[in-house]
C-alpha cells in the first residue's frame, strides 16, 4: 500500500465519520428545535421524522409549521 493509498483511505473514513456526527446531531436537534419554536409561539406541536414539525392551528387540526407565517399580527398558514 502507498503513502497515496492511505491518505485516500483516511480522508474516507474521515468522510464517512463526519457524515455520521452530522445525522446523529440532525437526528437529536430537531424535535428540541420543533419544541423551543412552537413554545415560543404559544402553540401545541408535535415532532416525527416523517411530517416534521407540526403545530395544531385549531383544535384537532395540524398543519406543518413551515406553512405558518404572521401577517398583521395574526397567524395564517398557507392554503387556508
Not at 3 to 32: C, F, N, Q, R, S
Not at 42 to 62: L, T
Request: glycine content about 10%; hydrophobic content about 45%; proline content about 4%.
Amino acid at each position: 500500500m502507498t503513502i497515496y493509498d492511505k491518505i485516500i483511505e483516511g480522508g474516507l473514513i474521515a468522510a464517512i465519520v463526519l457524515l455520521l456526527a452530522l445525522l446523529v446531531t440532525t437526528v437529536a436537534l430537531a424535535p428540541k428545535s420543533c419544541a423551543v419554536k412552537a413554545d415560543r409561539m404559544g402553540m401545541k406541536h408535535e415532532f416525527n421524522y416523517i411530517g416534521g414539525c407540526m403545530i395544531e392551528a385549531r383544535p384537532g387540526v395540524w398543519v406543518p409549521m413551515n406553512n405558518y407565517r404572521v401577517e398583521d399580527g395574526r397567524i395564517n398558514h398557507e392554503g387556508k
